[in-house]
């Protein structure tokens, strides 16, 4: 885990408050659990706020070129974007992202990184860990740390029956 004591969550956040950003997201299987990212800044008391690795959609590129690049950044996989999965509204006080997410698929022998976005010096990153997750193992995290699209997924099945949600 990242320590930087001394920023603040809003000044971790600046570059993407009050903005309206397109964001895409990977939900990666294996062997029953899912990988997921770790944020900080989002909670108070430092708790992480666990999600699927992705990130903003760059003009120019396509919405899978996107998510493989964010892929890459934040695990150091190379990942194959499959079939689209949920669209969701993401909105707090200060957030808001239209949020799109895709099934992706690794090679099963490769391993995830903890990586970095280039956007963030290194002492303000905001990508503290990477773990696997089964959905029980999700029911047992405070569901203010968990992404509101894995909320009560009581199978990874849950994960691929479509969704949309908006706030």
Known sequence: MLDSPNISPDNLLQAYSGKVRVRVGGLLLRGGGMLLAAHRGLLPKDAPFWSPPGGGWQFGESLKEALVREFREETGLTVRVGRFLH???FSTDKLQALELFFEVV???????TLGHDPEHAADRQLLTELQWFTPRQLLQVPPAQVHPLLRMVLSPDDLFVPQIRFV
């Not at 690794?106 to 995830?112: E, K, L, T």
């Open 87 to 89: 669209l969701h509204e």
């Open 106 to 112: 690794a090679d099963a022998d490769a391993q995830p």
